[in-house]
Structure formats: C-alpha cells, structure tokens
C-alpha cells in the first residue's frame, strides 16, 4: 500500500464534481461526480458500478469534503453508459486473450484493442507490462 502518500483531491469545474489523483499515474486525475455517484476510473467504470460499489477515489471525496455520495447508481448518461459497455467488453476480450496466450506483447494488445484499454488497464492494476510483454497480475 502507499503509505503516508495522499492523493491530491481537488473540485472540478462544475458542481458536485471533484477531480481525484490516480494512485498508479500521478498527475493523472479521475473525475468523480457526487450527484450522479460516479467516478471515471478503469476499476469504476468496468465493475463496481454494476454492484452500486464505490472506488477508493469516491471514498476519498465522500472523506475530504464530508459529503455522502450516492449509492448504486450508473453512468447517468447513456452514450457515457454505451461507452463504458465497449469499454468493459474490450477489457473482457483483452483479460481473456492474455489469460488464453499466457503472455502477450504490447504491441499486439494496443492494436487488437487499443491503447486506451491498455492503458486502462495498467492503471487498475490487472495487468502488468514488463520490457513489452504483458501478462495478468
Ligand atoms: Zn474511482
């Protein structure tokens, strides 16, 4: 775990927004949106929404600002719930060939299903790249 070390949390642009600090990518931020009870991280959008769960970055908000966050609610926007659909399916597919080949290479993971997905999935920890090669963690 990252002791000591707080992520930065600030507020967003618009009301009931607040931007938090990606543990794994600092200085990249995740919005979380208190009012829709959401937050765009990898873990998020792929699982805990489907539960009503919340992620380490909506706790931190509810935490920081002493603010209650909705439980149990999707992506309010359906073109944001439609991508975040691709989104978990691409990551499924992706999970599933590494699973399949063992070790796979990076190159042919960000042109079968895109950087983002890899990227993405970098950063919540399900795989890992090491010298180009990825494998499941
Ligand atoms: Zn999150």
Redesign the pocket.
């Known amino acids: 775990m990252m002791a000591g070390k707080k992520a930065g949390i600030k507020k967003g642009k618009k009301q009931g927004q607040y931007l ?1 600090e990606s543990s794994h990518s600092p200085g990249k931020f ?1 919005t ?1 949106d208190i009012n829709r009870g959401s ?3 990898p ?2 959008l792929f699982r805990m929404h489907h539960k009503g769960e919340k ?4 706790l931190a908000v509810e935490q920081k600002y002493h603010v209650k966050v909705k439980e149990g609610m999707k992506a309010a926007n359906p073109k944001q719930e439609k991508k975040a659909k691709i989104k978990e399916s691409k990551a499924k597919e992706l999970l599933e060939f590494v699973r399949k080949s063992k070790e796979a290479d990076s190159m042919t993971l960000i042109n079968k299903f895109g950087d983002d997905t890899v990227d993405e999935l970098i950063a919540s920890g399900e795989i890992v790249e090491e010298h180009g090669r990825i494998r499941l963690l």
Not at 55 to 58: E, G
């Open positions: 938090v995740y979380v937050c765009s991280c873990q998020w992620c380490k970055h909506i």
